[in-house]
DNA sequence: GACGGATATCGATGGTTGTCAATACTCAGC
DNA sequence: GCTGAGTATTGACAACCATCGATATCCGTC
C-alpha cells in the first residue's frame, strides 16, 4: 500500500474513529428517511450543540456524511458507499 | 449503539487510523506466510525500530495483530476474524 | 427590518498521540 | 557467564484533538 493511499485512507478511519462520531452515524442510519438535523442528535449523545456540530462537520469532511440545508434546519445523511469501500479495506488485507 | 459498544469498537478502529499501522497490516497481509517480522517492517516504512514496535503494540492491544516470539524475532500475524467484525460494522450501518 | 430559533465558527484548554533517543530486556551461541 | 542481535520500554517533546463557552451567521416569521 503506497503511502499516499495509507494516508487517504487513514483520515478516513480516523473521522469514525470517535465514539461519539460512530453513534452519529448510527443514529442518522437508523433515523426515518436516513437522515438526521443536528437537534435531533445533541440528546441522545449528551453532548453540547457546538460539539455535535464540529463532529459532523469532521464527517462530512472525510465524505461519510452527506450535508444539506433545507431552511433552517440542516440535514445528514450517509453517502451512498462510503462506508463500503472502507470496510473493503479491511475485507481484503485479511 | 450503546456508549460502551461505541467505545470499545473506537478503540479498534483508532488503532487502525494511522497511515502507518494500515501499511504494517497490509505488509504482514502480504508477506509470505502470512506474518512478519519487526526487522522487516521498519525498512519499508522509514520509521525507526522503536516506533515500528510501538505500532505494533498497539495493534496487538487492540486484538488486530497476534504475536508470536520464536527465539529472538516476534512474529506478527493478523488475528483472523479481526478486520472482518470491523468491516461488519460499516456495512451494517450503511 | 426586527426577532427568535437552528446551526456554524472561534478561542481556549486539558488530554491524547506519534516520533525519537536512550536504555533495558531476551535469547542464542560461544 | 559474556557477547551480540532483535525487540520492548521509558522519558520527553511537539502536534493534534475533543470539549466547552461565547459569539456569529443564516433563515423564517411577524
Request: charge should be positive; hydrophobic fraction near 45%.
Amino acid at each position: 500500500m503506497s503511502a499516499e493511499r495509507a494516508e487517504r485512507l487513514a483520515r478516513q478511519f480516523k473521522a469514525i474513529a470517535d465514539p461519539n462520531r460512530l453513534r452519529l452515524v448510527s443514529l442518522i442510519s437508523a433515523s426515518a428517511g436516513n437522515e438526521a438535523c443536528v437537534c435531533d442528535l445533541t440528546e441522545p449523545l449528551g453532548l453540547g450543540q457546538p460539539t455535535v456540530s464540529h463532529h459532523l462537520k469532521v464527517l462530512v469532511d472525510a465524505g461519510i456524511l452527506h450535508r444539506e440545508k433545507r431552511g433552517v434546519w440542516a440535514y445528514f445523511s450517509i453517502v451512498p458507499g462510503a462506508l463500503d469501500s472502507l470496510a473493503g479495506v479491511l475485507t481484503e488485507a485479511r
